[in-house]
């Protein structure tokens, strides 16, 4: 992997992005759960720069998240770290090294993630001394969030696809 300025810069603004915009969603509440905002940056960055850059970018903005503004919290911080992850790495997988359409690889990036949180939940809650059902912990994650993963099957592959028509170089994509 070569690192370049443009992947750096373009991480930093998905960061940004991811801490942003969900403030802005939590100035109407506590909808976090319900529209899922802090995922569509992440999954835009795996789309655009790639999975690697995604990811670091995902895990990278959890941290910064709870540092800054005190969400997510723990446990959920923890849940989040993976999940949030994945799904950067996930969108740049498909996308960009398996070259399957934006549709496609938009629902296996969000199954993916939402597998990597149930293993996450499954894994840790006993760690963490908590006496939750992963089963019911993924089902409710699932319900409430179904606004959000509306929003994302809308919003992302229709903001890929406009960069792709505008000739926006979405970096490897169209190299190989």
């Known amino acids: 992997m070569k690192t370049n300025t443009r992947s750096l810069t373009l991480s930093a603004l998905f960061i940004a992005l991811g801490i942003l915009v969900p403030q802005v969603f939590h100035l109407f ?3 976090g759960p319900v529209f899922l905002p802090m995922h569509i940056p992440v999954l835009l960055a795996g789309f655009i720069i790639g999975g690697r850059y995604a ?3 995902g895990f990278a903005t959890v941290i910064l998240s709870s540092l800054l503004t005190g969400m997510p919290q723990p446990p959920v911080l ?3 770290l993976v999940e949030v992850t994945v799904y950067g790495l996930a969108a740049g997988l498909f996308y960009k090294k398996m070259k399957l359409n934006v549709f496609v690889s938009l629902i296996l990036a969000m199954l993916t993630g939402r597998a990597a949180l149930a293993m996450t939940v499954f894994t840790l809650q006993p760690l963490l001394g908590l006496k939750l059902s992963p089963a019911i912990y ?3 994650a699932i319900m409430n969030g179904i606004p ?3 929003i994302q099957l809308l ?3 229709f903001l ?3 960069l792709e028509k505008a000739g926006v170089h979405l970096s490897e994509r169209k190299a190989g």
């Open 29 to 31: 509440g506590g909808t």
């Open 55 to 57: 990811a670091i970018a």
């Open 78 to 80: 923890y849940f989040m």
């Open 138 to 140: 993924m089902t409710g």
């Open 148 to 150: 959000g993963i509306a």
């Open 155 to 157: 919003l992302i592959p």
């Open 160 to 162: 890929v696809l406009s």
